[in-house]
């Protein structure tokens, strides 16, 4: 879409960013000319940590969506901030890539919606779990028939304690816990986001969502929504769930969040299991596949976190050299945006979520 590489920049240069930024560090179709950030501090120490001698630093959003330097924006900000930062960079006339969840309610998705759908350039948002290593090799068994019909889907999420994570400065936290900011729980609604996420990519938008959250204290005093248990049922008699438990002495092995995320899929001639997502708990097969009496375990699968960022990345910088759709869709996040949104709804109405009834939260 542009001739020579695709001149970036990155919306927010909190803690995530440090992953967004690899793909386009590395590969030879993008380059990073500009970071902005309230922060300007923060936004330099990325730029030096990236190795960026030659980048343009901004504090105000405005003025680093009027410079013409700039092609593609990467939007990292708090979940409150995206509707109004993504309809400016559209006007703009920038390519967009917008961090999950779109937004905080459906009112504003179908806004966003309807512009990215109108917008003659390419507007992604960002969810990197669907293109984490054995994720995709389960995608691809499962494509292949290798547990005939997916028929149920069980999400273990479970947040623990862990020496090697990384540091989380305190503010990305903060936000967080503001209802207002965040649009619901850290742990059901933010981070939830990639597993229902997961269950969209496996088994499709649910038809009724049931949803128990629960409220317990974290380090330093941050609430986490948990411990919860989320179902789900899809079309064709197939069901699911999500279950939220944290671990607070719990130790596991990670390079970026103290959590470990476990997937079974279900289906009429086999079973399938992801092991592993942020972190791992032992040395189990990151992907193991049960078919006719017989365990098979996938080993030589990269399991690191941080290559669903890369994939996911790569996957839109070859979308917008070959004209392939992204993934997601702005039309696919308001679908994951709707699941996440029915949990919140079933917990607080504390009865099932119809999605089909008129009214619902679609």
Not at 4 to 29: F, K, M
Not at 174 to 182: C, P, S
Not at 214 to 230: K, N, V, Y
């Amino acid at each position: 879409m542009t001739k020579g590489p695709i001149r970036v920049a990155i919306i927010g240069t909190g803690r995530i960013s440090d992953l967004h930024a690899i793909e386009y560090l590395q590969n030879p179709s993008s380059r990073i000319v500009a970071l902005c950030d309230r922060d300007s501090d923060l936004a330099a120490g990325k730029a030096k940590d990236w190795g960026l001698t030659d980048v343009a630093i901004e504090t105000d959003l405005d003025a680093l969506l009027s410079r013409a330097d700039v092609d593609l924006v990467e939007i990292l900000l708090p979940h409150h901030l995206h509707l109004s930062a993504a309809l400016k960079a559209i006007n703009a006339g920038k390519i967009v890539s917008l961090q999950k969840p779109m937004c905080v309610s459906l009112e504003e998705a179908d806004r966003l919606v309807a512009a990215a759908e109108a917008y003659d350039r390419p507007f992604k948002v960002f969810e990197n779990f669907i293109f984490y290593p054995p994720v995709l090799k389960a995608k691809a068994l499962i494509d292949e028939g290798a547990i005939g019909t997916p028929l149920s889907i069980r999400i273990k999420s479970n947040p623990a304690r862990s020496a090697t994570a990384w540091d989380v400065p305190p503010a990305a936290n903060a936000w967080r816990q503001k209802a207002t900011e965040a649009g619901g729980g850290p742990l059901v609604f933010d981070d939830g986001h990639h597993k229902f996420a997961l269950a969209w990519h496996f088994m499709g938008e649910p038809d009724e969502v049931h949803a128990f959250i629960g409220d317990t204290e974290g380090p330093g005093g941050i609430r986490f929504d948990a411990q919860s248990q989320i179902s789900f049922r899809f079309p064709g008699n197939r069901i699911g769930n999500l279950e939220i438990v944290y671990s607070p002495d719990m130790e596991l092995a990670t390079r970026h969040y103290a959590q470990d995320d476990r997937v079974e899929i279900t289906g009429t001639k086999g079973i399938i299991w992801i092991n592993g997502g942020h972190g791992r708990l032992a040395d189990t097969p990151p992907l193991a596949l049960y078919r006719d009496g017989a365990m098979t375990e996938y080993r030589d699968i990269p399991t690191g976190w941080e290559q669903s960022f890369v994939l996911s990345t790569r996957h839109y910088l070859e979308a917008l050299q070959d004209g392939g759709p992204p993934v997601l869709t702005a039309r696919q996040a308001r679908q994951i945006l709707g699941f996440a949104l029915a949990a919140e709804e079933s917990a607080r109405l504390g009865r099932t979520v119809d999605l089909r009834a008129e009214g619902g939260s679609r």
